[in-house]
């Protein structure tokens, strides 16, 4: 009977055998790279039509934002699907669409906190925008969520890097506080944003942390199938 080699799927650098292996997954991965540009490319077009420069900032801000949640959502409800064993075969193309998604959150988030800084009516200081509580000139909470919220990002989207040496338990456990991360950037983000004041953003909300709520409820009623395991 033929024998497949198994697929490394954690490493230091990001899966060698994986890109070798599945061609396919760079047009699926480049045409998700296409589709955030052209979600800031338009989110840019229509926000800077007819607006004052000095608002280009806080259209951007929010923009980065808005992409950074949804694709931290996409990252989410993958990794819930991966770890549960639901997926049919091909995990490895998932597991890399999952870390990308998060790469990707990352740096939106980065563009949306960097941006912040030119913000005309807010004027943070780095100390604002980088200490939790800090920004006491604006819903100081709902921003510390979103502050704590980036720095358990950071950690989480470091430890798919690191896992050969944390070893697979530390890895889990760190991956754990992806609920938590979750939950707060919701919250900041419903708290914090103006979007959230809008019918299409308050169902977008509702239905992304509701599919996250009853996965994870599955995840842990159902527990684990046996399929499609990569760890
Ligand atoms: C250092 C960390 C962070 C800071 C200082 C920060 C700051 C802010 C501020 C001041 C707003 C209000 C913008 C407005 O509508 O006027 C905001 C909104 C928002 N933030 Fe953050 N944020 C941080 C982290 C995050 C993270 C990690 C995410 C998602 C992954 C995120 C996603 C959002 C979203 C979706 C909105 C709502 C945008 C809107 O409704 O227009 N933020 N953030």
Same mark, same amino acid.
């Given at each position: 009977?033929?024998?497949?080699?198994?697929?490394?799927?954690?490493?230091?650098?990001?899966?060698?055998?994986?890109?070798?292996?599945?061609?396919?997954?760079?047009?699926?991965?480049?045409?998700?790279?296409?589709?955030?540009?052209?979600?800031?490319?338009?989110?840019?077009?229509?926000?800077?039509?007819?607006?004052?420069?000095?608002?280009?900032?806080?259209?951007?801000?929010?923009?980065?934002?808005?992409?950074?949640?949804?694709?931290?959502?996409?990252?989410?409800?993958?990794?819930?699907?991966?770890?549960?064993?639901?997926? /049919?075969? @091909?995990? %490895?193309?998932?597991?890399?669409?999952?870390?990308?998604?998060?790469? $990707?959150? *990352? !740096?939106?988030?980065?563009?949306?906190?960097?941006?912040?800084?030119?913000?005309?009516?807010?004027?943070?200081?780095?100390?604002?925008?980088?200490?939790?509580?800090?920004?006491?000139?604006?819903? /100081?909470? @709902?921003? %510390?969520?979103?502050?704590?919220?980036?720095?358990?990002?950071?950690? $989480?989207? *470091? !430890?798919?890097?690191?896992?050969?040496?944390?070893?697979?338990?530390?890895?889990?456990?760190?991956?754990?506080?992806?609920?938590?991360?979750?939950?707060?950037?919701?919250?900041?983000?419903?708290?914090?944003?103006?979007?959230?004041?809008?019918?299409?953003?308050?169902?977008?909300?509702?239905?992304?942390?509701? !599919?996250?709520?009853?996965?994870?409820?599955?995840?842990?009623?159902?527990?684990?199938?046996?399929?499609?395991?990569?760890?």
């Amino acid at each position: 009977m033929r024998r497949h080699r198994p697929v490394t799927v954690f490493s230091a650098t990001p899966h060698p055998d994986v890109w070798a292996r599945y061609p396919g997954r760079v047009i699926g991965l480049g045409g998700m790279g296409l589709l955030v540009s052209a979600a800031m490319w338009l989110a840019l077009t229509w926000a800077t039509a007819g607006i004052s420069p000095d608002m280009v900032p806080w259209y951007v801000v929010r923009a980065a934002g808005l992409v950074a949640y949804v694709l931290l959502w996409i990252s989410v409800t993958l990794g819930l699907w991966i770890s549960g064993g639901w997926t /049919p075969r @091909a995990n %490895a193309q998932l597991v890399a669409l999952h870390e990308f998604a998060s790469l $990707v959150a *990352l !740096s939106m988030t980065f563009l949306h906190v960097i941006t912040l800084r030119a913000d005309a009516y807010l004027q943070p200081s780095w100390i604002q925008i980088w200490v939790p509580l800090a920004m006491t000139t604006y819903r /100081p909470l @709902a921003v %510390a969520a979103g502050q704590i919220g980036f720095y358990l990002m950071v950690a $989480v989207v *470091l !430890s798919f890097y690191v896992r050969r040496w944390i070893g697979a338990r530390v890895w889990r456990g760190l991956h754990a506080i992806t609920f938590l991360l979750y939950g707060l950037v919701l919250v900041h983000a419903v708290a914090a944003g103006t979007e959230s004041a809008t019918p299409v953003w308050q169902g977008i909300y509702l239905v992304t942390g509701g !599919s996250v709520l009853v996965l994870t409820y599955l995840r842990l009623a159902i527990g684990r199938s046996g399929r499609g395991r990569t760890r």
